[in-house]
């Protein structure tokens, strides 16, 4: 009998568990980033900052998981070691920013502009940045594990010891990119344009793989991919 009696009871605790809701953001740290632009280590976990004017805003290690900045004005601030986990970025402006070693886990960036952003150490697994504008983007030493490059631009972008393992680059603009050490395994370049792509080796194409519109520096050939 108390047996079935502290099963029940286990029961309906975790029911309730899942009707209490996430914690939100901190409105004062909200009011805070918008009247100040500061709010290093703030929580503003689920932010509704869509279209947010966060110039040079200081977010060091923030918490931004799950925020909505959509259409938000980013350039020139520090992101670094923030948790943008989830976020929602489409068309947002982070063009300068920083985010280095950022954890960006299925962020969507999708149409974004990030031109000359730093992303050194960023975790960026399974991100969606397709259409994004990424001109002179350093991602060295990232971890794109499983993430959409799709018709980007990142002329001139450095992934040197980066980690593009499933990464998806088909019809990205890559000229003179760098991939110094970077890691293609299973790397789909299918329609990508690669001409004067830098320290691309025939080891590495070997492990990744394109068609026949993939367009790649003298010397080198690259799998079709099945």
Same mark, same amino acid.
């Given at each position: 009998m108390f047996g079935l009696i502290r099963i029940c009871a286990a029961v309906m605790a975790v029911a309730w568990a899942g009707m209490v809701p996430a914690f939100a953001a901190d409105d004062e740290d909200v009011k805070?980033?918008?009247?100040t632009g500061e709010c290093a280590s703030c929580d503003l976990n689920e932010a509704d900052l869509m279209n947010a004017d966060l110039q040079g805003a200081d977010l060091n290690k923030a918490n931004l998981r799950d925020a909505d900045l959509k259409g938000a004005n980013l350039t020139g601030s520090n992101l670094s070691r923030s948790n943008r986990s989830r976020n929602d970025l489409e068309k947002a402006d982070l063009s300068g920013a920083n985010l280095s070693r950022a954890m960006m886990s299925g962020v969507d &960036?999708? +149409? @974004?502009?990030?031109? *000359? /952003?730093?992303?050194?150490?960023? !975790? #960026?697994?399974?991100?969606? &940045?397709? +259409? @994004?504008?990424?001109? *002179? /983007?350093?991602?060295?030493?990232? !971890? #794109?594990?499983?993430?959409?490059?799709?018709? @980007?631009?990142?002329? *001139?972008?450095?992934f040197e010891s980066s980690k593009l393992h499933g990464t998806n680059f088909e019809r990205a603009s890559l000229q003179g990119a760098n991939f110094v050490e970077a890691i293609l395994k299973k790397t789909d370049f299918s329609g990508a344009n690669l001409t004067g792509a830098e320290e691309l080796t025939q080891a590495q194409l070997n492990e990744a793989c394109g068609n026949a519109e993939t367009v790649l520096p003298d010397g080198v050939t690259i799998p079709t991919c099945q």
């Open positions: 805070q980033l918008r009247e &960036l999708e +149409k @974004a502009v990030m031109k *000359g /952003a730093k992303l050194r150490r960023v !975790d #960026l697994r399974d991100g969606e &940045l397709d +259409k @994004a504008m990424l001109d *002179g /983007a350093d991602f060295s030493e990232g !971890d #794109l594990w499983g993430t959409s490059f799709k018709r @980007a631009e990142l002329k *001139g972008s450095s």
